[in-house]
């Protein structure tokens, strides 16, 4: 009898869109599939970005042999950077993965610390208990691979992000839509263009750059590349022979002015309404080299990810100020964008290829992953369907696969983009009070040696309309203090803490707001 267990511990992605991160052990052994991050939601005041907990890692250090990852999306890799600084270990991705995953350590100074090992599709490798293939997928970037990883009770099988494309455009092997299927439309748009004409898509579609550079070609444009995301794609793409470009179809932005507007394609970066990126700069006129003028078209080829609407709509109205023509993805412009992710048709196929004996459901919401349950099983093509979410361990041997306990699992948020600045749930919290009820500071000066408040406190009141109430604040103020005993009033924690619980109660009493109350002490 085998005593041995197989866990499969998802971290991150299962539960919610993004930050994927699943550990897969066999005694001391950890490796690592995918390292992702989340863009946060809106109610997450000033952070960034998101990125999985990783304490069990952290607390099994000694036993994680590497990091493997799919492919090369934010939500796959970009945690990278902060996992990689709490562990030190080998990353193993395609040629053009690592082409991103290099970029970011050289961002975070990481470059020396850690080693970068490149795979191919179809050539196993070894990490300890672990036989791994790559297998190439087709998805809307390039080089992205599943994995076949041979344990000692089995085989998994993880898919990473696709879609079964029949004819994608490199040539390697209905579904969701070919991404080849939405160039008629954009020929058309090309052809009906009079002035400039801007595109924005993902950075990371490379499939969908390359046709935007075709068409430019048969079309007479030159083609201008502005933001940062984009041109870092373009060059990567081209150094890797994605993307043939012939010499002099890209012009640098400065020379836009030389040539007409109708002989110009602007590749730019922005498609989510990112208040930073180029386009959005653009919409406001703010941007020096990409202009909108009346009659330019802006093309987005892309979809709105849920969340940013708001931004999105905000660059549209601006652009559509400018007197710009936008065409988005708003179900009535024709085919301008398809997913890179598969459809229910793709998921039943796909298992019925496989035909699991255990079928686990990775990345989305939990009405996601049962939503996948529930199509696997009705294939009929698999032993058993079990939905896990992150922190859950499933433990696997040759016959069967059940939950057994779970490890800290949930969220660390990130403060302008710096592994030092993670924001605790406090400081969120703060935050959210701040901007929906504004700030009460109050400043005692007391008299270190007799315990006396030396002067009128002085109350200061933002966010809120308070200007009546300061004076009646300071009396309360003024009050609270009286009430203290000599030695209570020595215990400036307890001096603030009554400050602000009569303060608070005042104004709460009065206005019907409960701002953040700050007492503060100066000793004289
Ligand atoms: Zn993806
Ligand atoms: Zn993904």
Known sequence: MQTKKLKIIPLGGLGEFGMNCMAIRWEDDIIVIDAGLMFPESELLGVDVVVPDISYLVENKALVRGILLTHGHEDHIGGLPWILQELKVPVYATEFTLAYVDGKLEEHKLTDQIELIEIQPKVKFTIGPFTIEPIRVTHSLVDCVALAIDTPVGVIIHTGDFKIDLSPPD?????????????????????????????????????????AFELAKAHGRKVAVIGRSMNESTEIAQDLGYLDIPPGL?????????????????MISGTQGEPMSALSRAAVDT???????????????????????????????HL???????????????????SGHGSQEEMRLLINLVRPKFFIPVHGDYRYLRKHAQVATETGAIGQAIVIEDGDVLELDKNTARKNGKVTAGRV?????????VVE?????????????GIVLAVLAINKHTGKVERAPEVVMRGFGGADITEPARDVVMRSLDGLSPEERADYGMVKERVRVELKRFIQKTTGRRPLVMPVVMEI
């Open 171 to 211: 040539g390697n092997p209905g579904y969701t839509p070919s991404e080849w299927s939405v160039k008629p439309r954009l020929d058309e748009i090309f052809s009906r263009t009079k002035k400039k004409l801007f595109f924005s898509c993902f950075s990371s579609s490379i499939y969908r750059i390359r046709i």
């Open 250 to 266: 890209i012009i640098h932005p400065g020379q836009m002015k030389d040539f007409p507007s109708e002989k110009l394609l602007v």
């Open 287 to 317: 941007h020096k080299q990409a202009r909108i003028e009346s009659g330019d078209t802006v093309v987005l080829s892309s979809r709105v990810i849920p969340g940013n609407e708001k931004s999105i709509f905000r660059v549209i109205d």
């Open 320 to 338: 559509s100020r400018r007197d710009a023509n936008v065409i988005y993805d708003d179900g009535s412009q024709g085919l301008i964008h398809v």
């Open 413 to 421: 948020l990130i403060d302008s983009g710096s592994s030092i600045d």
């Open 425 to 437: 749930d406090l400081v969120i919290k703060d935050r959210r009070t701040l901007s929906e009820d």
